[in-house]
Nanobody
Framework: VQLQASGGGSVQAGGSLGLSCAAS????????MAWFRQGPGKERVFVAA????????YYGDFAKGRFSISRDTAKNTMYLQMNSLNSEDTAVYYC??????????????????WGQGTEVTVSS
């Protein structure tokens, strides 16, 4: 699976931004999909994931109530809608695909395929 993330940019605090991750290659619907992010000088952290099959969603604590993950199987695309952004959300956002069990859906090392990242900058 090849993943292409897009939609990053600059936004003011309190604003919104939508990211997309387009997949090509193998069967998109066979994979769990996720977003991770890495801020300046920080480790990569889990943002959100959506499972294959019933498309259950999972969020990091900081993302709950502000971010929304979705997927469109017909378009082979995953989305991340981010609202109420703040400076802490400044990071490079990566999309990933994997086939792990759901109990490990937050673990980055279990994802097989990664996109190139898209940068989000939130100014206060």
């Amino acid at each position: 699976v090849q993943l292409q993330a897009s939609g990053g940019g600059s936004v003011q605090a309190g604003g919104s931004l939508g990211l997309s991750c387009a997949a090509s290659g193998r069967r998109f619907r066979d994979y769990n999909m996720a977003w991770f992010r890495q801020g300046p000088g920080k480790e990569r952290v889990f943002v959100a994931a959506i499972s294959k099959g019933n498309a259950a969603s999972y969020y990091g604590d900081f993302a709950k109530g502000r971010f929304s993950i979705s997927r469109d199987t017909a378009k082979n695309t995953m989305y991340l809608q981010m609202n109420s952004l703040n400076s802490e959300d400044t990071a490079v956002y990566y999309c990933a695909a994997g086939s792990q069990v759901l109990s490990s859906i937050r673990e980055d090392y279990l994802y097989i395929y990664w996109g190139q990242g898209t940068e989000v900058t939130v100014s206060s």
